[in-house]
């Protein structure tokens, strides 16, 4: 299996997840042109990918699935209410209704060589999810737009063998930014982002000897810093004996250019 970042961060995102049989997009928040020059960079392709699995609604995970499906029409899965927040935000013209399939948190979806399974996760959208891929013993893990986790989430990204988690933002940065104070209290509500130190927080309940890779998404452009968030998470895995006795690799996702394409091995 393969997880590969095209753009992951406040401004956009699209992550990809393939295998040998098959591969699919995980939201489609940036333009078609950098969508398919990511894949392409990869000598993958649009028309190749199977199908793409919405988190939720928000134009940074979303802003290019209307140009891709009348383009290409690959069928969408999303929960329910997500499906219906993106038809009411009208930027499907020219979309068949058909291509969209509802998901249920918790309930596996079976496409060709693997299980998708959506999590439910606290974030002011209509029923955001995020998913797990699952593929000949392997599995793959895109965790982002959290105010918090809970031990649901825990269980099923525990066994994750590469794994793209939320650091959004530095606390104090964020505290002492220009944001209006509303936005500040959202984004570090329950229904927000993950800081950094939760981030860190969340990678600890979940190590274990298979964990190959850890992919810091989903950045914000005001609160956080590729190296903040880095060394931030970095300091605080490093107080644990356990990350200290593995061979994790601990990545930052770049949100203007794809990250390097990792490979389960």
């Known amino acids: 299996m393969q997880l590969y970042s095209i753009a992951s961060g406040s401004s956009g995102n699209c992550i990809y997840v393939g295998t ?8 489609a928040g940036i333009s078609m042109k950098r969508i398919r020059e990511g894949l392409e960079a990869q000598k993958l392709s649009l028309e ?23 383009k290409v029409p690959i069928p969408v899965y999303a929960t329910a209410e997500t499906i219906s927040a993106i038809w009411k935000k009208g930027n499907m013209n020219g979309v068949s209704e058909e291509l969209f399939h509802p998901v249920e948190p918790e309930r596996y979806i079976s496409l060709w060589d693997m299980d998708v399974m959506p999590i439910s996760i606290s974030h002011d959208a ?5 998913y797990t891929v699952q593929s000949q013993g392997k599995k793959i ?16 990204l525990r066994n994750c063998d590469s794994l793209l988690l939320e650091a959004n933002h530095d606390i104090n940065l964020l505290q002492v930014g220009s944001y209006p104070y509303s936005l500040k209290m959202r984004i570090l ?12 927080r969340l990678i600890q309940e979940i ?20 190296e903040l968030a880095y060394q931030t998470v ?20 770049n949100r203007h250019e794809p990250t390097r394409l990792l490979t389960i091995e």
Not at 207 to 226: K, Y
Request: charged share 15%; glycine share 10%.
């Open 20 to 27: 040998k049989e098959s591969s699919i997009l995980i939201d």
């Open 48 to 70: 190749g990918v199977q199908a793409i699995f919405i988190t939720h609604e928000h134009t940074d995970h979303i802003s290019g699935l209307g140009p891709v499906l009348r």
């Open 126 to 130: 209509a029923n955001p999810v995020c």
């Open 141 to 156: 893990g895109v965790a982002t737009d959290m105010g918090c986790y809970t031990e649901e989430i825990v269980g099923h």
């Open 189 to 200: 509500g329950e229904r927000g982002h993950l800081s950094n130190d939760a981030s860190a």
């Open 207 to 226: 190590l274990h000897p298979g964990l190959q890779h850890v992919v810091l998404g989903h950045l914000s452009q005001e609160n956080n810093f590729p």
């Open 234 to 253: 970095s300091y605080e895995l490093e107080n644990n004996p356990v990350w200290n006795k593995l061979d994790t690799e601990l990545l930052v996702a």
